[in-house]
């Protein structure tokens, strides 16, 4: 299995430690798919900035390939973070020099190597995924009420996206509403309340990994990318859901994404 991350990045400071680290959906996930022993590549852009370095020496040395990361003037993408609690909590966001980010032909060329693209909300290719000929992982975050989904959903076929406010048959009737042909799986992660998946036909549900909570960010990300390694291997939505929450489990132990 080869996986490409596509779009945003970004530096996640932490305001009240003053600690910076780099993140961002697509960042995060290639990472853990190296983590998890599959080969991965991000395709992005960066500021010439300090974090834009960073940021990139940081995931190159976790392994991923960054052959096809852009380097812009201007500055790299900044979350302000603040811990409450065990949560993280996002602040002010300077989308920074990904304002401008697009795929380019070359990219495409490049992701049709792989074996699957992963990418999210606001990584600024949803015009662009109609181009896409292998299997497309996206992100909604906790978007669920984005026009995104409209626009992406047709050119999917792994839906991911998180909500702990809503109870459990409010999600699965909104999955069902969701559901749109060529889909393979909807996934809905709940925080602490586990994960719900969607077949079309069947609902799956998932359970937390018990584990002491140091800093929840990257959990997310962390259970998309253990899904889809062991979903691309097992086709077992179940064991899938499984992997994903052992995998997050993992990341929520330390602070940072990674």
């Given at each position: 299995m080869k996986v490409v991350c596509v779009g945003d990045?970004?530096?996640?400071?932490y305001t009240k430690t003053d600690q910076a680290f780099p993140g961002g959906?697509?960042?995060?996930v290639a990472v853990y798919c190296q983590r998890l022993g599959v080969q991965s590549s991000y395709i992005g852009v960066v500021g010439n900035d300090t974090f834009g370095k960073v940021l990139l020496e940081s995931v190159a040395s976790k392994g991923v390939d960054i052959s096809h990361v852009r380097v812009m003037d201007g500055n790299t993408a900044v979350t302000q973070v603040e811990i409450i609690g065990n949560d993280r909590v996002f602040g002010e966001y300077?989308?920074?020099?990904?304002?401008?980010f697009r795929v380019t032909s070359e990219d495409i060329e490049f992701i049709h190597t792989f074996e699957v693209m992963v990418s999210s909300l606001w990584s600024k290719v949803e015009y662009d995924l109609e181009k896409i000929d292998i299997p497309i992982a996206f992100d909604f975050a906790d978007k669920w009420d984005s026009k995104?989904?409209?626009?992406v959903l047709p050119h999917i076929q792994y839906a991911f996206y998180s909500d702990d406010v809503h109870e459990i048959e409010d999600i699965k009737e909104y999955m069902i509403r969701k559901w749109y042909d060529g889909l393979e799986v909807l996934v809905?992660?709940?925080g602490d309340k586990g994960s719900v998946a969607y077949d079309g036909h069947t609902f799956f549900k998932q359970g937390i990994i018990e584990c002491s909570v140091v800093d929840t960010m990257g959990a997310g990300d962390s259970y998309i990318a253990g899904f889809l390694v062991e979903y691309f291997g097992s086709k077992d939505v179940k064991s899938a859901m499984v992997a994903g929450a052992k995998n997050s489990a993992i990341t929520i132990g330390y602070q940072g994404a990674w």
């Amino acid at each position: 299995m080869k996986v490409v991350c596509v779009g945003d990045n970004c530096i996640d400071y932490y305001t009240k430690t003053d600690q910076a680290f780099p993140g961002g959906n697509p960042v995060n996930v290639a990472v853990y798919c190296q983590r998890l022993g599959v080969q991965s590549s991000y395709i992005g852009v960066v500021g010439n900035d300090t974090f834009g370095k960073v940021l990139l020496e940081s995931v190159a040395s976790k392994g991923v390939d960054i052959s096809h990361v852009r380097v812009m003037d201007g500055n790299t993408a900044v979350t302000q973070v603040e811990i409450i609690g065990n949560d993280r909590v996002f602040g002010e966001y300077d989308e920074g020099v990904l304002a401008d980010f697009r795929v380019t032909s070359e990219d495409i060329e490049f992701i049709h190597t792989f074996e699957v693209m992963v990418s999210s909300l606001w990584s600024k290719v949803e015009y662009d995924l109609e181009k896409i000929d292998i299997p497309i992982a996206f992100d909604f975050a906790d978007k669920w009420d984005s026009k995104m989904w409209e626009l992406v959903l047709p050119h999917i076929q792994y839906a991911f996206y998180s909500d702990d406010v809503h109870e459990i048959e409010d999600i699965k009737e909104y999955m069902i509403r969701k559901w749109y042909d060529g889909l393979e799986v909807l996934v809905c992660t709940r925080g602490d309340k586990g994960s719900v998946a969607y077949d079309g036909h069947t609902f799956f549900k998932q359970g937390i990994i018990e584990c002491s909570v140091v800093d929840t960010m990257g959990a997310g990300d962390s259970y998309i990318a253990g899904f889809l390694v062991e979903y691309f291997g097992s086709k077992d939505v179940k064991s899938a859901m499984v992997a994903g929450a052992k995998n997050s489990a993992i990341t929520i132990g330390y602070q940072g994404a990674w």
